[in-house]
């Protein structure tokens, strides 16, 4: 994933504008009416709806200018679109999340995945290294009646998305901030720069330095503030890799600092353990040295 990419790319990027507003001072909606907003959910903790939620007062301001249509978590009233704006939380994991995420997307103008599950497939992305069938007959009593696919993946894997926000759950300054630039036709201004930056800025010690705690501060982006090293927990890369991440190298020396590679493995397969970069070491590390395997549940 990157952070940051150009209007004319394709895909959706942290830190991107959306394709209907980049470049542009012109609101992604009818200027003779309040823009619309819908909010959904896939497979998810409702976490980053309840940050929505949270952020109620700080939305006092926008609500004189918006139409708040779709919101199941909120309100059981629910107006049938198209929609200016449309907030996307989950991951895709039936085959009926499938058919009804393209349903969305037909439905709103700009698309925006809220956190973890929406942007990288989630926690529940763990099953993707696993086999489906165990775990359908281990939790389930009869699980033959359980419609499920074998992979839980992020939203931009099955239609475009413009906008991707981070987080597990998201910031809900950064969430403002969002639905603010879109329906005023500008850039979001969201951090671009990787954990390590935040605990400077909070006079946070370094725990990987100082205490020998492998932390994924320095691969993973900003947004958090810098939670757990501030409290000497180690940072379980909740808002995903940062651009050119160098997982290699982190992890490489956390290695030779006398870290298991196995321990390493299930760092890195956490919250977004299904991002590209995150991914991609995962297996590196569980293959083990020389291509040996290496004992790591996911």
């Known amino acids: 994933m990157s952070n940051a990419i150009s209007a004319d790319d394709a895909g959706p ?9 980049a470049g542009t001072n012109t609101p992604p909606h ?8 819908a909010v959904f959910k896939f497979a998810s903790c409702d976490g980053c709806q ?33 929609y200016d704006l449309g907030l996307v939380e989950g991951s895709i994991t039936t085959p009926h999340d499938v058919e009804r995420i393209h349903e969305v997307r037909a439905q709103c103008r700009v698309l925006v995945t809220l956190g973890a599950c929406a942007t990288a497939g989630g926690i529940q992305a763990l099953r993707n290294w696993g086999r489906i069938d165990d775990f359908l007959s281990a939790v389930y009593a009869s699980p033959q009646f359980i419609d499920t696919l074998a992979t839980s993946t992020p939203i931009a894997d099955h239609v475009h998305v413009d906008f991707e926000l981070r987080g597990c759950p998201v910031d809900t300054t950064q969430l403002v901030e969002l639905v603010t630039a879109v329906l005023v036709g500008r850039r979001p201004r969201v951090p671009q720069h990787a954990v390590c930056v935040e605990c400077k800025e909070r006079g946070t010690v370094c725990v990987a330095v100082a205490r020998g705690i492998p932390c994924l501060g320095p691969v993973t982006q900003a947004g958090c503030g810098a939670i757990c090293p501030a409290h000497d927990r180690e940072c379980f890369g909740c808002y995903g890799p940062a651009e050119a991440a160098n997982l290699v190298s982190l992890t490489g020396w956390y290695e030779r600092r006398g870290t298991p590679r196995e321990e390493l493995a299930r760092l890195v397969r956490s919250f977004n353990a299904w991002a590209p970069a995150f991914r991609e070491e995962g297996d590196r590390l569980s293959a083990g040295p020389a291509g040996t395997d290496v004992e790591s549940s996911p």
């Open 30 to 37: 009818d200027s003779r009416g309040k823009p619309r907003i």
């Open 50 to 82: 309840l940050q929505l939620l949270d952020a109620a007062n700080r939305f006092l301001e926008l609500a004189e200018h918006v139409e708040i249509d779709h919101f199941l978590e909120a309100r059981s009233r629910s107006v049938p679109g198209p």
């Open 13 to 21: 990027g942290p830190g991107a504008p959306p394709a209907s507003v």
